[in-house]
C-alpha cells in the first residue's frame, strides 16, 4: 500500500484550505476468489443412498433450521435468538462501537460551546502598598463582582483527512462489529440445532440400549426357567447375569451424557437447566432437507459473516495508515468567541460590555524523536497483517465448506451401510433365538447376536446424527439466512 503524498507548501496554505487533501491508501474491496468450486474436478463422490444434495449457485434459505421439519426445534432457536445473554451482549457490543463512529463523525463537525460564570474578588490592598480603608468594608478591602456569558465556535479544517480516515476507520471498526454479531447469531442457531440433534441421538442410544436390557432381562428369565426345569445349566444362568449386569452402567452413562446436553442447551437458551422443560427429542422426529444450497466461492466471500468481518478490520487497519499520515503534516483550526462580562447582571446585555475573539492557529510537526513515522510503520504492518488475516478466513472458510460437502456424500453411504448392518444383525439376532428354543444352540450364541445387534443399532443412530449434524454444520458455513451484499 502506497500513501498518496498531498505536500503543501505554507506559501500555497490559503488554497489548502479550499481543496484540502486526504493521505494514506483508500481501501478497496477485496477481488473475489476466481475459483467456481470447493472441490478438485477429479473428486469422485462416493456412490451412496438418499442423501441432500448440494446446490451450487444459489444461498441458503433464511431460518434454514426449518428445513429439518420441527417445529419444536424451531421454537428453541426462535427463543435462543431471543435470550441468549451472550448474544445480548454482542449486540450491546455493537451499539456501543456505533455510537463510538457517531462520536468520532462529531469531531469533523464545528464544536460549539457556551459557558458563564459569576465570580467574587476580593483585592488585598496591602499586597500592593496600600492601607485598608474602612469605608471599604469590615477588613478594609474592597470586593468585586463580574458576571460573564458567552460561548464560542472552533472548527478543525481537517488538511489532511487525519479526521475523515478515523471516521473511516471507526465506521470500518463498527462495520466489524456488526459482522461479528451475525456471525454470532449464525453460530449459535447452529449450537442450538446441534444441541437439539445431540439429545434426540442420545435419547435413541437410550431406546437402543433399554431394548437390549431387555432382552438381557428376557434371557436371564429363561435361562432360570429353563435351570429349574433340569434343561439348563447354571453356567448358562451365569452367563446371563453377567451380560446384564455388564450392559447395565451404559445407561447411566447416556443418562449423564443427555443431562449434560440439556444443560447447555439451557445456557444456550437464556435459562437454567430446572426450567428447560421437555427436550423428547428422537432423531425420527426430523427430515433430512432434500438440497443444501450452497453459495459459491465467489459469493460466500460477500456474505459469510465472518469473511466480511475480516474484511471490516482490512479496511479500518487501511484507514488507520491515513490516521497515521496525518500527523506528519500541519493542521489548521479555525474559530471564535463572544462573550459578554459585566460587573452586574442587569449589564450583561449592554453593548458596552461585549468581547469577541477571531482565530486561526496553526500546528505542524518538527520533532518527536521519530515516533510518528514509527507509528505510521506500525500502521502499516497491522494493515498487512489484517490483509493476511482476510485472506487466511477466505481459506479457512473454503475448506470447512469442501470438508462438509465430502462428509455429505460419506454420510449418507455410512447411513446405507449401517442400516444394511443392522438388518443382518437382527435377522441373525431372530434366527440364533429360534435356534436356542428350539435346542439348536446355546445361550452364548443369542448374547454374541444380541451384542451384534446392540452394536450395529448403536452405530446406525451415530450415523445417522453425524449426517443431520453435518447437513447443520454446512448450513453454518456457507452462512444459512444470511443474505449480506
Known sequence: MRARRCLVPLAFFPAALVAGCTVGPDFHRPAAPVATAYRAADDVAPAAGAAPQASLGEGPQAQWWRAFGSDALDQ?????????????????????????????????????????????????????????????????????????????????????????????????????????????????????????????????????????????????????????????????????????????????????????ARATLATLLGMTPDTLGKTDFTLEQ????????????????????????????????????GVATARLYPNITLGATLEQGAPGLGDLTANAFRGYDLFAGLTAPIFHGGTLKAQREAAVARARAADHTYRQTVLTAFAQVAELLHALDNDAQGVAMQQDALAVADRARTLSRKSFDVGNSGVLQVI????TWQRASTALVQARAQQFLNVARLYVATAGGWVTE
Open 76 to 260: 428453541l432457536v426462535d427463543q435462543a435468538l431471543a435470550h441468549n445473554e451472550s448474544l445480548a451482549a454482542s449486540d450491546a457490543t455493537l451499539a456501543a462501537a456505533q455510537a463510538q463512529w457517531r462520536a468520532v463523525l462529531g469531531r469533523r463537525a464545528p464544536q460549539i460551546d457556551a459557558n458563564s460564570r459569576a465570580e467574587q474578588q476580593q483585592v488585598n490592598l496591602a499586597a500592593f502598598g496600600f492601607g485598608a480603608s474602612p469605608a471599604l468594608g469590615l477588613d478594609g478591602n474592597p470586593d468585586f463582582h463580574l458576571y460573564s456569558v458567552g460561548g464560542g465556535i472552533s472548527y478543525d479544517l481537517d488538511l489532511f483527512g487525519g479526521l475523515k480516515r478515523q471516521a473511516e476507520q471507526s465506521g470500518s471498526l463498527a462495520l466489524a462489529q456488526q459482522r461479528q454479531t451475525e456471525a454470532a447469531h449464525l453460530a449459535l442457531a447452529g449450537q442450538v440445532v446441534n444441541q437439539v440433534l445431540t439429545i434426540a441421538a442420545i435419547r435413541s442410544q437410550m431406546a437402543a440400549q433399554q431394548a437390549l436390557l431387555s432382552d438381557d432381562a428376557r434371557n436371564l428369565d429363561l435361562m432360570q426357567k429353563r435351570q429349574q426345569g433340569g434343561e439348563g445349566t447354571a453356567v448358562e444362568v451365569l452367563s446371563a447375569q453377567a451380560q446384564l449386569a455388564a450392559d447395565r452402567p451404559a445407561l447411566p452413562a447416556l443418562q449423564q451424557q443427555l443431562a449434560q
Open 286 to 321: 426430523f427430515a433430512l432437507p432434500a438440497q443444501v444450497p450452497v453459495s459459491l466461492p465467489s459469493a460466500l466471500v460477500h456474505k459469510r459473516p465472518d469473511i466480511l468481518a475480516a474484511e471490516a478490520q482490512l479496511h479500518a487497519a487501511t484507514a488507520e495508515i
Open 448 to 451: 454374541d447376536s444380541q451384542r
